[in-house]
Nanobody, 121 residues
């Protein structure tokens, strides 16, 4: 059974940095397509970063240049490094994965439980 577990959320001041982790169990990273979403209070879920067919990462315009995905295959963990954080980045962040096809809509096989990120002004 595949499980995703996020961690690393918390409270940070604007312009600060935070690194989120998504640890995968039950399947190796190389056999998954993994990305990140977020959902702010009262707003729809938003795609933050998604894998591309070429193996790179596509970022939402709102986070481009500030957020970066990396992976540690030995730990079966994907990281979302967030820098220059803004209050509008406040949301619950979710990692999500699929065995075969990535869907920006979120129609994916696996989801983590989410981790709260709060950015104070």
């Amino acid at each position: 059974q595949v499980q995703l577990a996020e961690s690393g959320g918390g409270l940070v001041q604007a312009r600060g940095s935070l690194r989120l982790s998504c640890t995968v169990s039950g399947r190796t990273l190389s056999r998954l397509l993994l990305g990140w979403f977020r959902q702010a209070p009262g707003k729809e879920r938003e795609l933050v970063a998604a894998p591309t067919s070429s193996g790179s990462v596509r970022y939402a315009d709102s986070v481009k240049g500030r957020f970066t995905i990396s992976a540690d295959n030995a730990k079966n963990t994907v990281y979302l490094q967030m820098s220059s954080l803004k209050p509008e980045d406040t949301a619950v962040y979710y990692c999500a994965a699929d065995r075969s096809y990535w869907a920006d809509t979120g129609a994916l096989d696996y989801w983590g439980q989410g981790t709260q990120v709060t950015v104070s002004s």
